[in-house]
């Protein structure tokens, strides 16, 4: 004798989590991806072009930040593709989708302290909205990486903001 539920069944992905939860936070993901990439654009921009009195301390401080993002953007377009799903790779899809804006000609050391501080504070707002996703998704593995990312995040923030003090 057979019975039949009325439950309806969950599609679930090669990590046994729902796939309709999933593909919302693959989204979400590569949002980020394309934010932490502009970002990443125009901190180098900074550090390439900052000129005055505070060159040599944030010449050094702006490479120290984009190469950390550099870091960030791998380990989370490869959480994208554990995941399941394909991380965005185009500079065209980035720039249709990030709520960055590409910041060009800024020369003064406070002028770029006041983009990063305001591009840190886009991006940890970006993590902790897909954080949210990843805990309803039941995704602990990407919830804790994007909670580490957003600790890292706040620090350096919170160090650039000092330095405008």
């Given at each position: 004798?057979?019975?039949?539920t009325?439950?309806?069944?969950t599609?679930?992905?090669?990590?046994?989590?729902?796939?309709?939860?999933?593909?919302?936070?693959?989204?979400?993901?590569?949002?980020?991806?394309?934010?932490?990439?502009?970002?990443?654009?125009?901190?180098r921009?900074?550090?390439w072009?900052?000129?005055?009195?505070?060159?040599?301390?944030?010449?050094?401080?702006?490479?120290?930040?984009?190469?950390?993002?550099?870091?960030?953007?791998?380990?989370?377009?490869?959480?994208?593709?554990?995941?399941?799903?394909r991380?965005t790779?185009?500079?065209?899809?980035?720039?249709?989708t990030?709520?960055?804006?590409e910041?060009?000609?800024?020369?003064?050391?406070e002028e770029?302290?006041?983009?990063?501080?305001?591009?840190?504070?886009?991006?940890?707002?970006?993590h902790r909205?897909?954080?949210v996703?990843?805990?309803?998704?039941?995704?602990?593995a990407t919830?804790?990486?994007?909670?580490?990312?957003?600790?890292?995040?706040?620090?350096r923030?919170?160090?650039?903001?000092?330095?405008?003090?």
């Amino acid at each position: 004798m057979s019975t039949t539920t009325n439950t309806k069944a969950t599609l679930s992905n090669h990590l046994n989590l729902d796939e309709k939860q999933m593909k919302k936070l693959s989204g979400l993901l590569n949002d980020l991806l394309a934010d932490y990439h502009v970002f990443y654009q125009n901190v180098r921009g900074f550090h390439w072009n900052v000129k005055g009195d505070d060159f040599f301390t944030l010449h050094v401080k702006f490479e120290e930040l984009y190469s950390q993002v550099y870091q960030s953007i791998d380990e989370l377009a490869e959480r994208v593709l554990m995941i399941g799903y394909r991380p965005t790779h185009a500079y065209s899809e980035y720039l249709n989708t990030t709520i960055h804006k590409e910041i060009t000609d800024v020369f003064s050391g406070e002028e770029c302290v006041t983009h990063v501080i305001n591009g840190l504070g886009v991006l940890i707002s970006s993590h902790r909205k897909a954080a949210v996703q990843a805990d309803e998704a039941g995704d602990i593995a990407t919830a804790d990486l994007l909670t580490k990312f957003v600790g890292d995040l706040e620090k350096r923030m919170w160090m650039f903001t000092m330095y405008k003090k």
